[in-house]
């Protein structure tokens, strides 16, 4: 065996028995991975330099889809807690705030843009899970909205939480902070 492949088995080695040894509970991977939520408020998650905010139903009256319409899968860890800190029945996967927190020096990288401080935005999710539209509050420039519009049409569907009767329309909002 060369080097490498002894490395690798080492490492492999270590992180088996350091995974074996410490349990993981979800207020450890909450705490890890989101800031606290009481001080921005109920339905909330701050991450990084965005946050996310679940606004509301988009309407009772219209009939969302059932489990058997959808493909429910179970959930990890983060996303059950983004599902909870939300108060929704949809969740966005696990690797999303990290992709729209990466996309933020290319929304802000403008001189036109730098001049903004943040950027709302209002994200209609349907009840298939997918977005299906989305309105900037407050004025940005025409190239922050062309960046912003690119970013969104990047966003995976929204997976819904297992347990529920009905899968409405919400309306998320999401705050990004350069």
Known sequence: ??????????????????????????TTVNAQNYSDVAELGPNTINYNKMSLRNLEEVSEETNGSTPKELKIEPLTIIEENVARNLNSHWTWPEYTLDMIDSYSPFLFRTKKSAEVDEVKVLLEINKKGKLSGFEIIGEVDKGLKERLDHVLRKLPKCKPVPGFEQYNPEVFELTIRK
């Open 1 to 26: 065996m060369n080097t490498k492949n002894i490395f690798r088995a080492i490492t492999f080695l270590g992180v088996f028995i350091a995974a074996s040894i410490l349990p993981i509970s979800k």
